[in-house]
């Protein structure tokens, strides 16, 4: 098969001849052709036989793969095991489990669980414009321990239902445009209001519920509110479509991923708003291209990942 895949059942069968996960790769990676990854020449040679380049000038690593600078960096796994889990995280709109990618790919729960989150690193967004026009801004509540937290705090279980042991996830929506999803260490006015500064254009409409956090932000935004006490839309006053994300969120987060340790909650905020903000205009294989071409310079390791405290607990929070 020559013809790009456009379905998963396609990318199988494509991934699983290496020169078209190479030529896959290199295309989203070398956009004007193979350049050395240390020293930026284009001198390099292609060894067909070791699927490896070597660099024409003389330093230190001139050898390097397709691989070599990204989230696949020291695999032992092959690119076609690699890109199929790439397409199936990028394009489910649930989110998947370590569990099924492990089925789907034979490999161990503890390998997919890895690849997954190495996978959510190259599906973070980097912001370079602000959001503009209608905004609803809202936060919402994810049962766990933050990440950041004193290790020993850290280790307490979750207790009660109230909301002191979960954690504030703040969101920022443009109607019709993208999400911007962080956590946040509480919901007091100084660290909303500072990632409402952060991701929307002055001037802008804001939207939100009756928080007195927002109180304030009248200044530079239109600001309205919402009363819930009373009312949940009046005309363009709402946080509805806020709402639909923090569904999607934790119907993923609830339901497919079985429970997520608060430590990675970033990472399965990425995904989710990946997916969001491609949700329309973009095809499966286009949402899969825009996440291989953000693998670079985002290598993650395994002790970095789970952090060295949370090492020997691994085996708790795996999902
Ligand atoms: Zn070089």
């Known amino acids: 098969m020559d013809k790009e895949p456009c379905t998963l059942q396609e990318a199988i069968i494509y991934f699983s001849q290496p020169v078209n996960c190479r030529n896959h790769v290199v295309a989203r990676r070398w956009k004007s052709g193979v350049t050395c990854p240390i020293c930026g020449s284009t001198k390099v040679k292609l060894s067909e036989k070791h699927n490896r380049w070597q660099c024409g000038s003389h330093h230190a690593r001139r050898q390097f793969t397709v691989k070599t600078g990204t989230i696949f960096e020291d695999s032992p796994l092959g690119l076609d095991k690699w890109l199929t889990a790439v397409w199936m995280i990028t394009n489910d709109k649930n989110g998947i489990s370590s569990y099924e990618v492990a089925r789907a790919l034979g490999v161990t729960q ?52 109230g909301t002191k042991d979960k954690v504030a996830v703040m969101g920022i929506l443009e109607r019709g445009g993208q999400v911007r999803t962080s956590v946040v260490e509480n919901r007091r006015k100084a660290a909303l209001q500072a ?125």
């Open 110 to 161: 503890k390998t997919a669980w890895f690849m997954l989150h190495r996978i959510r690193k190259a599906m973070q967004l980097e912001p370079f414009m602000k959001l503009t026009g209608e905004i609803e801004v809202d936060e919402t509540f994810i049962g766990g321990k933050a990440r950041n937290m004193h290790i020993a705090q850290r280790e307490r279980r979750i207790t009660g239902t």
């Open 195 to 319: 990632e409402v500064k952060k991701h929307v254009e002055a001037g802008s409409s804001l939207y939100s519920d009756e928080l007195k956090s927002y109180d304030g932000l009248a200044g530079d935004y239109a600001h309205q509110v919402i009363n819930h006490a009373v009312a949940y839309v009046d005309g363009k006053v709402h946080t509805n479509g806020l709402e639909n994300f923090w569904s999607l969120l934790k119907r993923g987060i609830h339901g497919t991923y079985v429970s997520v340790e608060p430590f990675h909650l970033f990472r399965y905020l990425d995904e989710q708003s990946f997916r969001y903000n491609n949700r329309k205009d973009m095809n499966d294989a286009e949402r899969f291209s825009l996440a291989v071409s953000q693998i670079v310079g985002k290598r993650l390791t395994y002790k970095e990942l789970i952090g060295k405290a949370a090492m020997e607990k691994q085996k708790h929070f795996f999902n």
